[in-house]
């Protein structure tokens, strides 16, 4: 048997070894998962909020990021009524048998947009609805023969809206939703768009 | 006596001869421990050494909970019942018989320094590996049977029961002369 010095001084280099070779691996470790970790933390900062945001318009309506859709149903549209007046869109461009017009003023923008979506999501005071409503309360040329205005709202990003006003029948073409104005309605959208009733 | 905890403290504190005291204290004990398990002295020796050795690499794994000489024995029981296992796997090369022997002999008159304590080593040779373990530890190592228990993770009332078989069965072996030994 060897002395107790001897073993001691082995047993401290064995000890320098492994924590030498445990140091090692660490660091191997260490150079796998840093990168790893960098390219997470820039997808997740850097790339991921990017596609999100190119993907939200593509897939919903500008009016939806902001909760303000157009023709919604439900107790969206009542969250809808508080924030009318605030909208993505920047311009607006008006197609009438008289000509179009564009409008980029953004007060005018946001009134115009707040009149559109009262206007779809206000149930008319007959309680129609988006039902035909009946009578003398229709609007007149709802027989083919009333001019027909075309409304495209466009967001910053280019993203459009488009609705098309056909005598009393005010039609989103975007989701194909249908509303019926009263007329008080329609004056009062007409008003708001600047176009002759 | 704290069985080397304040001489590990004092290493843990930058002193490293008290490395040395432990050694002293403990290293032959553990490698005629070891050899219990292995029957292999050079591998015994070896796995003593990984067993210190875990006390430097590893130096907050201790708790002071327990007295050094446990822990160390945990380590070495630890790393003797890990090498039986893989010498199923790989085989080893045999050094040379008669280094062995003479260095198994010279170890075993420093650990079993008396008379009384090397006629109970040969008899306990002959006793199933638990029963030799235990008495091992409790008559050579002059551990308490709590220490035992958690050398060899077992409870009491196990140790408890293995010493009183292993008793019976020495004196069986040992005979009536046997019998002031116990």
Do not use: W
Not at chain 1, 32 to 45: E, G, M, N, R, W
Not at chain 1, 122 to 148: F, K, L, R
Request: with cysteine; proline share 3%; glycine share 6%.
């Amino acid at each position: 048997m060897r002395l107790i010095q001897e073993y001691t001084a082995e047993v401290f280099r064995r000890s320098e070894e492994r924590i030498k070779k445990r140091k090692q691996t660490q660091k191997r470790i260490l150079l796998c998962v840093t990168p790893v970790a960098l390219c997470a933390i820039l997808f997740t900062t850097g790339f991921l909020p990017e596609l999100q945001q190119k993907n939200a318009p593509s897939n919903a309506q500008p009016e939806a990021i902001i909760g303000n859709s157009d023709g919604v149903t439900g107790d969206s549209a009542d969250k809808n009524n508080g924030d009318l007046s605030r909208s993505l869109y920047v311009q607006v461009q008006i197609q009438s048998p008289a000509g179009s017009k564009t409008i980029t003023e953004k007060q005018t923008v946001d009134t115009m947009h707040a009149a559109i979506v009262s206007a779809t999501i206000t149930p008319p005071e007959s309680g129609a609805g988006n039902s035909v409503p009946s009578g003398d309360d229709v609007a007149p040329g709802d027989m083919g023969t009333a001019p027909q205005y075309t409304i495209t709202f466009i967001t910053k990003l280019g993203d459009q809206t488009v609705y098309t006003l056909s005598g009393s029948t005010l039609t989103q073409t975007n989701s194909g939703e249908t509303t019926t104005l009263t007329d008080s309605q329609r004056k009062d959208l007409m008003d708001a768009l600047q176009l002759p009733d | 006596m704290d069985n080397g905890a304040s001489s590990y403290r004092r290493f843990l504190n930058g002193d490293e001869s008290a490395f040395h005291e432990i050694m002293e204290a403990l290293f032959r004990g553990l490698v005629f421990f070891i050899n219990g398990y292995v029957h292999d002295m050079h591998a015994a020796e070896d796995l003593a050494m990984d067993a210190f050795s875990d006390l430097i690499v590893h130096p907050h794994r201790y708790n002071f909970k327990v007295s050094l000489k446990t822990y160390v024995y945990m380590l070495g029981r630890s790393r003797a019942l890990d090498y039986l296992r893989h010498r199923k796997v790989l085989q080893f090369v045999d050094l040379s018989d008669a280094d062995r022997l003479a260095d198994e002999k010279e170890l075993s008159e420093f650990v079993l320094a008396d008379a009384r304590k090397r006629t109970l080593s040969a008899a306990i040779g002959q006793l199933p590996e638990d029963m030799r373990v235990v008495i091992h530890l409790i008559y050579f190592e002059e551990m308490t049977y709590d220490e035992a228990a958690r050398v060899m993770k077992k409870s009491r009332k196990q140790i408890d029961n293995l010493l009183y078989r292993g008793k019976k069965e020495l004196r069986a072996i040992l005979g009536k002369d046997g019998e002031q030994l116990l």
